[in-house]
Every structure is written in C-alpha cells, then in structure tokens.
C-alpha cells in the first residue's frame, strides 16, 4: 500500500508545480522553461533524425544552448519540414510512440497530420491547460471537473459532465441541437466563434431564455462586435482561447479578457521577425512555439503562421504568465496581378471596422476580382458598405475590382472552420457542409 500513496503523492506535487507555475515570477518560470527545454533538445538530438540534421547543419549541439535565448541558435520550422519526410525521420525511434495523432483542418492551404503529446494530456494536466479561467475563478479546485460543459466540434470525446454535440448536426438544424444544449444546463459553452454566432442567432430568434455561465470561443479569430453580440443575447461572459490542433492549448484569456495568458509551463512562445530573429517585446510578429513535453514528435521553433505580439507586463488580474495577442494568420494570402496580399494587410485595413463585423471572408473570384463578404454586426450600415469597399480599393488599387457583399453565413471548410482568405481561381474553395 505504502507505495502506490508515495506515488500519488508524488504526481500530486509534480501537478501542482505545473499547476500553479504561471502564478509565479518570470525568473521561476524562465528557468522552469530551460531546465525542460535542455532535456527535450538532449532527447530529440539522440532519438529524432530530423533534429539531429537541423542540428549538425547549424553546425550545434544541443548541449550548446544553455539558455532561452540560445535557442534562436536553431532555424525556425513549419508544416513544410515534416511534409513530405518518412515518419521515422521526425519521430522518436527509440521507443514505441505515444499520442494521438491529428490533422490540421488545412485553414492555411497546407492541412497537416501531426503526433500530438499525451505527455500533459491527462485528465488534471487537461483541465489545467484548457479550463485555466475555471480554476482561476475558484483556486481551491484544482480541475474544473464540477463544470458541465457543452462541446460543439467535429471530434466528439467522452468525458464526465460534458455534452458533446457534432459540429455538421447542429449547423443543419440548430433550433433542435440548441434545444438539445440548453436542456443540459451546461456551465460552459465551447466552439468556432461562426458557430457560436450562430448559437447566440438562434437564442435570440426564438427567444429562448437561457444563460450558461461562459461561453469559450477557439479555432477561429474572435472579433469585438461578435464578442459583444454573444454576450449581449446570452447575458454571460465570452472567454477566447488560441491553439493549434497539433500543439493544443497554447492561451487563455483571465478576467480582464486583455490578451491570453499563456500556457508557459508547457510551452515557449517567441515573436520574431522575417529573418526568425527575436523582435523586442511588445513588438509584432510571427509566433513561433517551442513545445517543451512532445518528445514523440517534437516541435521546435515552430511557424504557427500566425502574427501576434506578447508581453510580460503583470496583467490586472495579477497573474504573472506572458500574455500574447493574436493578430491573424499571415500564412494565407492572395496573388492580385504581380502582387503577393497576405491577410493580415487585410486585417490592418479592416481593423477600423472591426465593430461593426461579426464576420469577413476576402474572396478572389477572378483574376480582376475581389469579393469581400461581410456578416454585419448591429452596428454596421450602407455607409459602412461603401468605406470597406474604398478602403480594400486603395489596398489593392488597379489589381482588381472590389465589391461588398453583406450575408447571413459564410461557407465553412468541412472540419467546420471558415476561410479567411479564399482564392476560387485556384480551386481551393473547400466543401460546404452549411446550409445555404
């Protein structure tokens, strides 16, 4: 008997060392930070080909960086350094591979099949990582299992005090699957911010009288008049959280809803520039991650493909975790005549506008044709119409014609996302799976 105690002991105290670690000082979580980055390197040198090969071709060894800031000794990696490559090549040949494996929904142009860590994936680690802003609210609980949650996503899970509801199911007949939810009483609401538009639409035309607790919208970017929309008509408070399929949880907004706070005891993040050098803090950027527990198939320096900037500057709430804001996914673009559009110009020129829209999609229709779609918010109007369609011609000048279409919903990629950026010309409009 006496053994299995000291263990539980011993996983009590290792959880909560990463439970808590984001609460503590920049020094504290630094040098947590190397101290798993050193092993991971060590680990992924000796057992990962692909990294024993990026390693020797930038002429290091992993016992060379000591430090956080020796890791821009390494090139910065993406989708396109595992595309292509055996398996064998980018995982852990020493021992038999754990995790699940994932695909990307492709939002980006690339969808990627990648070995998610199961290192940290464990029920408390879970909750700890993606429900953060739960336990936050009542510290001396340390998971958010007493929380009923209602999921709607394409990969359902079983779990306790959780309703799963398919992403397709609801988007075809939402007045039955909301029925279905609000019957559940759920504390928390989870999904795509369009769906989520969507949820709080059907709330409000048929007006239910129903308020969960929080409503907590990820995979797609959350603009301020959606936020506002959904709270508005669920009278509750909308928490944004940012991750990738093959990392996870990377943030999580407290409180204060200003920034994500991000999981660091799990993860490095980095904001560099075109070069892949580090930029000053506050500075805007790409947003590279270390993950420091996927040993499997790590990930290193990796292109998320979104733009952000971060800051460790003490949050209100009093947490000490860097914050970072995401800015959009730069790895999407269009090619308008001679010239290359990535999103996020047109995410600058939009940003005046950004409480007036739920919901944009730039779409390019022929070579001299830019379509831009628009689910209005409440305050969006005819002259609201005309400045968008002036402000993406003096973007794009002469490479193409502009025009302002406002919708009902935009089209969705079949694991439920929408496309930012849609080039038709080329054949990448993804399958519909909305109802029109």
Same mark, same amino acid.
Request: charged share 25%; glycine share 6%; hydrophobic share 40%.
């Given at each position: ?5 000291? %263990?539980?002991?011993?996983e009590?105290?290792a ?6 670690l984001?609460?503590?000082? %920049?020094?504290v979580?630094e040098k ?7 092993r991971?390197?060590v680990h992924? $040198?000796k &057992? ?10 930038q *002429?290091? /060894?992993?016992?060379d960086i #000591?430090?956080? @800031?020796?890791l821009?000794?390494l ?6 350094t595992?595309?292509g ?5 980018y995982?852990?040949g020493?021992?038999?591979l #754990? ?16 070995l998610r860590?199961?290192?940290v994936?464990?029920l408390w680690y879970?909750y ?9 609210e ?6 958010a299992?007493w929380a009923r949650v209602a999921?709607i ?6 779990r =306790?005090?959780h309703l ?8 075809n007949?939402p007045?039955?699957l909301?029925q279905?939810i609000?019957?559940? =009483?759920?504390?928390?609401? $989870?999904?795509f911010?369009?769906?989520?538009y969507?949820?709080a ?7 239910i +009288?129903?308020k969960?607790r929080?409503?907590?919208s ?6 301020p008049?959606?936020?506002l929309?959904?709270e *508005? ?6 928490y944004? %959280? ?5 990392l996870g949880?990377?943030g999580v907004?407290c409180?204060q ?5 991000? *999981?660091s005891?799990?993860?490095?993040v ?10 000053? @803090?506050?500075?805007?950027?790409? +947003?590279?991650?270390?993950d420091l527990? *996927? ?9 998320t493909g979104?733009r ?6 003490r949050?209100?709430c009093?947490?000490?975790?860097p914050?970072?804001?995401i800015?959009?996914r730069? #790895?999407?673009?269009l ?12 995410s600058?020129?939009l940003?005046p506008f950004k ?5 944009y999609?730039v ?9 831009? %779609? ?8 005819? @002259?609201?119409?005309?400045a968008i369609q002036?402000?993406?011609? &003096?973007l794009? =000048? $002469?490479?193409?014609?502009v /025009?302002?279409e406002?919708?009902?919903?935009i089209? /969705?990629?079949?694991?439920g996302?929408?496309q930012?950026i849609v080039d038709?010309t ?9 109802k029109?």
């Amino acid at each position: 008997m006496g053994f299995p105690v000291m %263990r539980y002991v011993s996983e009590c105290v290792a959880f909560m060392r990463f439970h808590i670690l984001h609460r503590r000082s %920049r020094k504290v979580i630094e040098k947590w930070q190397t101290d798993r980055l050193r092993r991971l390197l060590v680990h992924a $040198e000796k &057992n990962v080909p692909l990294y024993k090969e990026l390693m020797a071709t930038q *002429n290091i /060894r992993a016992t060379d960086i #000591s430090t956080l @800031e020796n890791l821009s000794f390494l090139p910065v990696i993406n989708k396109k350094t595992f595309i292509g490559r055996q398996v064998v090549e980018y995982t852990d040949g020493s021992r038999h591979l #754990s995790g699940q494996w994932v695909t990307t929904s492709g939002s980006s142009g690339v969808p990627f099949t990648a070995l998610r860590r199961t290192e940290v994936q464990t029920l408390w680690y879970g909750y700890s990582l993606n429900s953060r802003f739960l336990t936050w609210e009542m510290p001396w609980r340390l998971n958010a299992d007493w929380a009923r949650v209602a999921h709607i996503r394409v990969r359902p899970r079983e779990r =306790k005090n959780h309703l799963w509801i398919p992403l397709g199911a609801f988007l075809n007949n939402p007045r039955s699957l909301l029925q279905q939810i609000v019957d559940f =009483k759920p504390d928390v609401v $989870e999904s795509f911010a369009s769906v989520l538009y969507v949820l709080a639409r059907e709330v409000d035309r048929y007006g239910i +009288v129903w308020k969960p607790r929080y409503v907590v919208s990820g995979g797609e970017q959350l603009s301020p008049a959606g936020r506002l929309f959904i709270e *508005n008509t669920l009278g509750c408070e909308v928490y944004n %959280r940012y991750g990738l399929e093959e990392l996870g949880t990377v943030g999580v907004e407290c409180m204060q809803h200003d920034g994500l706070h991000i *999981n660091s005891e799990s993860l490095i993040v980095e904001i560099v520039d075109e070069s892949g050098a580090s930029v000053p @803090e506050t500075n805007h950027g790409r +947003v590279i991650i270390t993950d420091l527990f *996927n040993t499997s198939m790590p990930f290193v320096r990796y292109d998320t493909g979104d733009r952000g900037h971060m800051s460790w500057a003490r949050c209100a709430c009093g947490l000490r975790a860097p914050r970072l804001w995401i800015e959009g996914r730069y #790895s999407t673009f269009l090619q308008l005549g001679d010239q290359t559009f990535h999103h996020f110009y047109f995410s600058y020129t939009l940003k005046p506008f950004k409480n007036q829209i739920l919901q944009y999609q730039v779409v390019k229709r022929a070579e001299n044709d830019l379509l831009i %779609r628009i689910i209005p918010g409440s305050a969006f109007g005819d @002259e609201t119409t005309v400045a968008i369609q002036k402000e993406i011609a &003096n973007l794009v =000048k $002469e490479t193409a014609s502009v /025009r302002v279409e406002c919708v009902a919903e935009i089209k /969705r990629m079949p694991r439920g996302k929408s496309q930012v950026i849609v080039d038709e010309t080329a054949g990448t409009q993804k399958p519909d799976i909305l109802k029109q």
